[in-house]
């Protein structure tokens, strides 16, 4: 594909385009898009022109330009998240239920907790997390579980910093999140009191892909600071063992 003077490829320019947007910027002109993805405005007006023509950006009735739900289809299609999502969902709710507290999914994603599911309740206690956004790996209950699984060079990584707080409690010493992913290996759960928000606990558990096999995902919920989670892990537990059998079994046509 042809490069643009700087080098850069024109899917590398597509995909600069399209990280323009975001849960707070939903909606913006060809000019934000432009300026955010630091492309000359008629490099932006054109490239937006095509993706609109193509369905991956819709523009709405005043002009402005969101993400298309073309491009949200081409996604969702026999992607690994939809099969985990799907799978994943009736035990979700299930917690839910039983908890009446919020309950995500989440996978590991280019060294962040990408959350592929939230289930709420709307007297539950203040939650961050959104679907399809992203929490640090060392600070969300979610993160610390894949972190504890992940590769032996991404926790170097990560243990080599920087490790920002984003909560009164997120761990941001290196030998303390290394004792802490050790713990969490060992019990089979992350429990993150204070690690985002100073009113919620975070708890989440792994989610392997088979009874044996890798961790693929987090099951979480975020519970007020004050509430007992006995019960929270044991449900959690319980869910996430139901969720590994039935991913061993072939997908139902
Ligand atoms: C967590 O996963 O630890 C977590 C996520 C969102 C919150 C609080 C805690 O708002």
Redesign the pocket.
Same mark, same amino acid.
């Given at each position: 594909m042809a490069n643009s003077p700087s080098g850069e490829s024109v899917t590398q320019r597509i995909v600069r385009v399209l990280e323009t947007f975001d849960a707070d910027r939903p909606v913006q002109t060809i000019a934000e898009i432009s300026r955010r993805g630091e492309l000359p405005p008629s490099t932006g007006h054109r490239m937006v022109a095509d993706l609109v023509d193509s369905g991956l950006l819709e523009r709405d009735d005043a002009g402005r330009i969101r993400l298309g739900l073309r491009l949200w289809e081409l996604a969702q299609r026999g992607s690994r998240a939809l099969r985990l999502r799907q799978i994943a969902l009736p035990h979700m709710e299930h917690v839910q239920a039983r908890l009446r507290e919020?309950t995500?999914l989440a996978v590991l994603e280019q060294d962040e907790?990408l959350f592929l599911e939230r289930l709420s309740n709307p007297r539950a206690v203040?939650?961050?997390?959104r679907i399809a956004g992203r929490?640090p790996l060392h600070? *969300?209950?979610?993160?610390?579980v894949l972190l504890a699984h992940a590769d032996h060079a991404l926790r170097e990584r990560m243990l080599a910093g920087p490790l920002t707080a984003v909560?009164p409690e997120t761990v941001t010493d290196p030998d303390e999140l290394r004792t802490a992913l050790e713990r969490i290996r060992r019990d089979g759960v992350?429990i993150?009191p204070g *690690?985002?928000?100073d009113v *919620?606990?975070?708890?989440?558990v792994p989610v392997r892909d088979g009874r044996t096999g890798p961790v693929i995902a987090a099951l979480?919920v975020?519970i007020p600071r004050a509430a007992p989670t006995a019960g929270a892990v044991d449900e959690l537990r319980s869910a996430a063992v139901r969720i590994s059998a039935q991913l061993t079994q072939p997908p139902r046509t």
């Open positions: 919020h995500q907790a203040s939650n961050i997390t929490l600070a *969300s209950s979610s993160g610390l909560g992350a993150a *690690s985002i928000e *919620s606990t975070g708890i989440a979480s975020v």
